[in-house]
């Protein structure tokens, strides 16, 4: 029958448009077989700002680059160590991927040994910021990067300063709600902070302790409109260190920056996100688990279930029928500690393939 006045049929056809219909626009996954030679990755669509690696087949450390630092600057998720210059790592971002080089020391992370298979997970972020704080009144500790205000992600440069302050982070507001930190110039862990923990405590993206609670970490103070804010642990204000961040907010349709608790079921929790998942990133905070990342890629059907671990250098494998990718969220399929165990509680960010409007389930 004809919906009433003002009304219209409950149907996917007459859900509002999404700001991102097409996810692989600002976010995309590629794998490759590596070559041993020179190696141009194509297929991303899009020159990337932030290129996060991992071998698959081999235990290998994660390698992490961007367009602020530089392609030749690695940090690794799963160690404390400072950021190295790679000379046989990603030489380029190119228009449509990266170009790798291929052989020497340390280049096995990326291209090195022939036949071993690899991902990058890739962001656009794409637009260029710098503030200056005693100029703009905004925040206290400069900042510069890049932003990418559609899809609610920045990559964020400063210099700590040991004292209690706030950063601008680019977002125009927006706040986000995870932060990902690391100093570059000495060896510390990695400081994670996310609205599911509060921003009275901190993970260890290295690690797989509990979150723990500290005001050194944030200040007490949950990021604004407009900065973050820190306050003086050495992980994220050090007088002197320099650090990267990486900022992200939900987008509608395109991206999940939230928490579940877990039932302790193979019938698992069922996670709304509002979109078909491209890429999951995740970690239980109540007790120590690992860091886990699931993509559409590795894994193209359901049951998805092929982990990689970002505090771990192991290669890529199973975890039990660990979760369906359905049009508009995710269906927890175990009751392991790291996914689903019953009064666990979880964070995770979610990226989209498509807004549910347009996605189909797998």
Request: aromatic residues 10%; charged residues 15%.
């Amino acid at each position: 029958y004809a919906p009433p006045t003002d009304f219209l049929a409950l149907c996917s056809q007459n859900l509002p448009d999404a700001a991102i219909i097409d996810g692989t626009e600002h976010f995309n996954t590629v794998t490759w077989t590596a070559t041993a030679s020179r190696h141009v990755i194509t297929g991303v669509g899009f020159s990337p700002d932030w290129v996060w690696g991992k071998k698959r087949s081999n235990a290998d450390n994660h390698a992490i680059v961007d367009s602020v630092r530089g392609p030749t600057k690695e940090i690794r998720s799963n160690t404390t160590d400072a950021e190295a210059t790679a000379s046989n790592g990603v030489e380029s971002f190119d228009s449509d991927g990266f170009t790798l080089v291929g052989s020497g020391a340390g280049s096995g992370v990326w291209n090195g040994n022939s036949g071993h298979t690899h991902v990058a997970w890739n962001w656009l972020a794409g637009t260029a910021f710098s503030n200056d704080a005693s100029a703009t009144s905004v925040g206290t500790i400069d900042s510069e990067g890049q932003v990418n205000t559609t899809a609610g992600f920045s990559i964020v440069s400063y210099t700590g300063t040991g004292s209690a302050g706030t950063i601008a982070h680019g977002l125009s507001g927006a706040a986000p709600s995870m932060i990902i930190i690391k100093k570059r110039n000495a060896a510390t862990d990695w400081q994670v902070g996310h609205d599911g923990i509060a921003w009275t405590n901190s993970l260890f993206l290295d690690l797989t302790n509990a979150a723990s609670a500290s005001a050194d970490y944030w200040n007490n103070t949950a990021p604004t409109s407009s900065v973050f804010s820190v306050k003086n642990h050495n992980q994220s204000n050090a007088s002197g260190s320099t650090y990267i961040a990486y900022c992200f907010h939900s987008v509608e349709g395109y991206s999940k920056v939230g928490s579940y608790v877990g039932n302790g079921n193979a019938d698992g929790t069922f996670v709304v996100t509002g979109f078909r998942p491209a890429w999951i990133f995740m970690k239980r905070t109540n007790d120590a688990e690992n860091w886990l990342i699931y993509d559409d890629k590795r894994d193209p059907h359901n049951v998805t279930d092929e982990a990689l671990l970002p505090n771990s250098s192991s290669a890529s494998g199973g975890s039990a029928n660990a979760m369906d990718f359905l049009s508009n969220g995710f269906k927890l399929r175990a009751s392991a500690g790291s996914l689903n165990a019953s009064g666990g509680n979880y964070i995770y960010l979610a990226i989209a393939s498509q807004a549910a409007k347009f996605s189909n389930a797998r």
